[in-house]
């Protein structure tokens, strides 16, 4: 019986040795790390807008509910246009006459300067009248009565006006069109790009005011971080850094730590609270549930305190169990499980170890949990 035990001892023994030098291991080592202050911000969408009316009306039309996709260019919203339609009939019916009277005025003058007008006083037929034409005007003219070459220029110069006159008036009824398909364009708000109707602030058949707005709209396939980073902090950010921690507001069963990059600093900070508008960009298609509107964090260095070197491991060698966390240390081929207290997050890989190692501990990477395993005290 006793042998037995001794053989099972032993099986024991060398399974648990052959697990040992079976399993990844990592060295402890420290490293310095920044002093961080976490700022709390909102996801908003990489482009948003507010489409207002432009002009007094009803609205008729509203392509759909709060979260449906449309396309660029897909008319959002339409108020009636009734009213501007037969506007517009009316205002090309005076193009219409405007155009007639300046074809009008054309031929006048045409007909004018070829065939023009030899006495205006009036005349008989046959030869009386060729004596007026051949000696009563030349006798007029010399007389100094009338001129026959100013009463031409005369004649020429009111076709011309008439011209003129009819051409600003087709001018006026073009403007005239032109200002009601402007106002036929405003009566319908289109999708500036690609996105989703994030609010209807109004319903089909309310009646708007020039202003007044009408729905929000968004892309929200791509999302960012808005923060307000107090101006000190700002010096240790630059366009393009990556790797900068964010936690967001999501389920227990979802990773809450993701990697964020800086996209924009604003120029000008706030005089009245004397922070400066930050924006980080999210990945995309993250396996996250993320909302505009949402509730997430970002952790800033302070570039203007010191370092402080503490033991650094890979996020993958820590245990979980319940609210405690340890990690399985190996020691002469022996296998414990000790508490630790952990940091914050380096990257997305390693994060900081407070208390319960020191640098040179050797722990094991995705370790194999074993549920009888005694904890063992801190050194």
């Given at each position: ?30 490293n ?32 759909g ?30 193009w219409?006459?405007?155009n ?64 003129d ?23 319908v708000g ?38 307000e980073?107090p ?33 924009q600093?604003f120029?000008?900070?706030d005089?009245q ?9 999210l ?79 050797v ?7 074993n549920?009888?395993a005694?904890?063992a005290?801190?050194?």
């Amino acid at each position: 019986m006793f042998k037995q035990f001794i053989k099972i001892i032993t099986i024991i023994g060398l399974y648990q040795s052959s697990l040992v030098h079976a399993t990844e291991t990592y060295t402890v080592r420290d490293n310095p790390i920044s002093a961080i202050v976490t700022l709390g911000g909102t996801i908003v969408p990489f482009k948003e807008v507010t489409l207002a009316a432009q002009l007094p009306g009803r609205v008729a039309e509203i392509a759909g509910e709060e979260g449906e996709w449309f396309k660029e260019n897909t008319v959002l919203i339409a108020l009636d246009d009734t009213e501007l339609l037969a506007q517009r009939r009316s205002a090309e019916a005076d193009w219409l006459n405007a155009n007639a009277a300046a074809r009008n005025a054309a031929m006048q003058y045409e007909r004018e300067l070829w065939s023009p007008s030899k006495d205006k006083a009036p005349g008989g037929m046959g030869v009386p009248n060729l004596f007026d034409q051949f000696f009563t005007k030349p006798a007029r003219d010399f007389a100094g009565q009338t001129d026959e070459t100013m009463d031409r220029r005369a004649d020429l110069h009111s076709f011309g006006t008439q011209i003129d006159q009819s051409r600003s008036a087709l001018l006026q009824a073009r403007s005239r069109i032109e200002q009601i398909d402007a106002k036929l364009r405003d009566a319908v708000g289109q999708a500036p790009f690609d996105g989703v109707i994030t609010q209807k602030l109004v319903e089909v058949g309310d009646t708007v005011q020039p202003g007044q707005p009408l729905l929000e709209f968004a892309d929200t396939k791509y999302l960012q971080i808005k923060l307000e980073i107090p101006a000190r902090l700002v010096t240790g950010l630059q366009v393009g850094m990556e790797n900068i921690i964010a936690k967001l507001d999501v389920p227990s069963n979802q990773p809450d730590t993701i990697p964020v990059r800086v996209a924009q600093i604003f120029p000008v900070a706030d005089p009245q609270r004397h922070t400066v508008t930050v924006k980080f960009d999210l990945p995309t298609n993250m396996p996250i549930s993320t909302y505009p509107g949402q509730y997430a964090e970002v952790l800033i260095n302070d570039v203007n305190i010191a370092a402080q070197s503490l033991p650094v491991i890979p996020l993958s060698a820590v245990v979980t169990r319940g609210s405690l966390q340890s990690v399985y240390v190996i020691n002469n081929d022996s296998r414990e499980l000790r508490l630790v207290r952990i940091g914050r997050e380096i990257d997305a890989t390693y994060v900081s170890v407070l208390s319960g190692l020191k640098v040179g501990d050797v722990i094991e990477v995705n370790p194999q949990v074993n549920n009888n395993a005694n904890w063992a005290p801190a050194p």
